[in-house]
């Protein structure tokens, strides 16, 4: 229980760097192509990582680095789908969007291991859903460019359910490593048809290495780390709170107003985690989220 508290904890951490990343990453994202920004940001963020451990690299062979390709490819597949949905579509609808992960997590979880979730998580994931919806939706309108962003939605639950089934056992800091190194190699080759391009200015470096150091490296290590302890569906519930974070962020910055509307979705991802988080002295975590599915 203790490391399952210290993993909500991470996790929580987690949450908040990705979240302070979108305020900072938004001026920046208008002097560079989100290809070359992101292909930057993950080879500084998986280089950055080798350097501190070079041993790490020793480490990559069997199934460490077949499942850390494998993931590192989903999870350039999610950043690569949400880049298209967010040309095609709006900011504030593919925000919404990506964040069905939390329905789409425990479904792939009943879907592909059998497992059944429990009623506490599907309230759970319907709240942080609602929540999500009432921060980021700003009209309501559908388009086939919001497609392409629930391909993204889809490929972040799988990222999520990989690592809960890949994680625990493995080498945390080489499958992280990996991961980032492959979606680094995606970018790369998603940057090369129109040319790279390097960052202009001191602001866009300050956004790259932000978000290299703080919601790449830091996060995807605590997150392979906490998914190794942790199930997957209360791990996409938690990491909802991202937008929350980033919410609180904009106010802070001064690029967003808090309204009610924010407020209240706040208070609904908030009671969401605080529903699948709250000790049970009848049951242990696994028991509370899961049962069998009956053949």
């Known amino acids: ?21 979108f305020v900072v990453m938004k001026p920046a994202m208008e002097k560079i192509p989100i290809f070359d920004f992101l292909a930057i940001r993950f080879t500084i963020a998986a280089l950055l990582m080798i350097a501190f ?38 900011a504030a ?33 319907i709240l942080a859903t609602v929540g999500l919806g009432f921060i980021t939706i700003k009209d309501a309108s559908f388009d086939f460019g919001q497609i392409w962003t629930i391909l993204c939605a889809l490929g972040f639950a799988a990222h999520i359910v990989g690592l809960g089934k890949w994680s625990p056992g493995k080498d945390v800091y080489a499958l992280t490593v990996i991961q980032l190194a ?13 040319g790279i391009q390097a960052p202009l200015d001191g602001e866009v470096w300050f956004a790259i290495i932000f978000t290299a150091v703080f919601a790449t490296a830091l996060a995807f290590f605590i997150q ?52 699948i988080e709250w000790p049970r002295k009848d049951s242990t975590p696994e028991e509370v989220i899961y049962e069998p599915m009956a053949h």
């Open 1 to 21: 229980m203790k490391r399952n508290g210290l993993g909500v904890a991470a996790l929580l951490v987690v949450t908040i760097a990705w979240g302070a990343s």
């Open 53 to 90: 451990k070079p041993s790490v690299l020793k480490a990559f062979k069997g199934p460490t680095l077949i499942y850390g390709v494998v993931l590192g490819a989903i999870l350039g597949f999610s950043y690569v789908t949400q880049t298209i949905g967010l040309v095609l579509s709006t």
């Open 93 to 125: 609808i593919t925000s919404f969007v990506t964040g069905l992960y939390v329905i789409l997590t425990p479904i792939l979880v009943w879907v592909i291991f059998k497992k059944k979730p429990r009623g506490i998580v599907a309230i759970g994931a």
């Open 182 to 194: 492959t979606v680094a190699v995606i970018c790369w080759i998603g940057a090369a048809p129109d």
């Open 224 to 275: 392979t780390w906490a998914q190794s302890i942790m199930d997957a569906s209360r791990v996409a519930i938690i990491l909802t709170m991202e937008v929350v974070f980033a919410a609180l962020t904009s106010v802070a910055v001064g690029q967003e107003v808090l309204s009610l509307q924010v407020i209240l979705g706040g208070l609904l991802m908030l009671a969401a985690m605080l529903l």
